[in-house]
């Protein structure tokens, strides 16, 4: 039968103690106290694997004199709640750890500070139930157990939650400021700071920036020679050197011109076709001086 009511804070201690000191039957306890009636009477009849000791609910609040007189009186009575009680909850402190798993903290404690040190010591202290002094301890290698002391993932433990646990590491790394995004270069973490990243990136630039520099005077260089041999060239100078402070190019070969390699050879026959005719006028001079006197 679903109930609207709320239950005692102790129901099997409650029910005991209704067996032990008054006249309500089995189904009006089982009713109150949230229990199937076989229950009920297995304590009546000592035959409860458990022996509970019994609680007042009148003591409590949670009964009254009066109502268990009217469900004396009346047997389909049903007993009311006078006053619920109030449900506890922990917000302070540390968490509860059975004793059974205490002896695993220390081995959850190392696995978040080896997996997750971004994680602070009083999140560590709130997630598992332990100390600060125990967390230290453990960070330091001073354990007392230290040799003993496996890292071993809490949740696996049963001292946390995975939930917990992910709120917790999310927390902190939001806090640090880590991000959660793989960089691109296959999976490859960068541990550099954005120091070091900042400075390498204007070292790149510093390089860049000299090398086109180096680049461009040597361009210009070789733009200033030609310059200086086509001027000299268009005046009329042969063997034209470099002015001053600037030195050819390496790439730079000194090509004769199509006017210079068309005209070449008319000047070098034009010597001789001139020797040729003062050698006849030469010969002819000398034969008139040898004619034979009369």
């Known amino acids: 039968m679903a109930k609207s009511q709320p239950t005692p804070l102790m129901p099997h201690a409650t029910a005991t103690w209704l067996v032990d ?5 089995f189904e009006q306890i089982a009713e109150f106290c949230g229990l199937h009636i076989l229950e009920v009477q297995a304590m009546a009849d000592d035959l409860a694997g458990s022996k509970y000791t ?7 609040g949670e009964l009254t004199l009066e109502e268990i007189k009217l469900g004396e009186a009346d047997a389909e009575y049903a007993l009311k709640m006078h006053k619920a009680p109030v449900e506890v909850t922990r917000t302070k402190g540390p968490r509860y750890t059975p004793v059974s798993k205490r ?5 959850g404690i190392a696995w978040i500070l080896r997996n997750h040190p971004e994680v602070s010591d009083a999140q560590i202290s709130k997630l598992i139930g332990t100390t600060r002094n ?51 270069a296959e999976g490859v973490v960068d541990g550099r700071s954005d120091k070091e990243k900042l400075i390498e990136e204007l070292r790149a630039e510093r390089e860049a920036n000299a090398k086109a520099a180096a680049e461009a005077a040597q361009e210009a260089e070789a733009e200033a020679w030609l310059a200086a041999k086509r001027a000299a060239e268009e005046a009329g100078e042969d063997g034209v050197d470099a002015p001053e402070g600037v030195e050819p190019p390496a790439f730079a070969e000194v090509q004769p011109s199509e006017e210079e390699a068309v005209t070449a050879p008319m000047e070098e026959e034009a010597p001789a076709k001139v020797s040729d005719a003062s050698d006849e006028d030469s010969a002819d001079a000398a034969g008139e001086d040898e004619t034979p006197a009369s």
């Not at 000191?21 to 039957?25: C, D, F, P, V, Y």
């Open 54 to 60: 019994g609680r007042d609910p009148v003591h409590a």
């Open 21 to 25: 000191h008054t006249g309500l039957s």
């Open 103 to 107: 002896q695993d903290k220390p081995d």
């Open 134 to 184: 125990t967390i230290g301890a453990i960070r330091e290698r001073t354990h007392w157990n230290i040799q003993n002391i496996q890292p071993k993932d809490p949740v696996t433990l049963g001292l946390c939650s995975q939930r917990e646990l992910d709120a917790v590491v999310a927390k902190a790394a939001k806090r640090a400021g880590v991000s959660e995004e793989a960089p691109a």
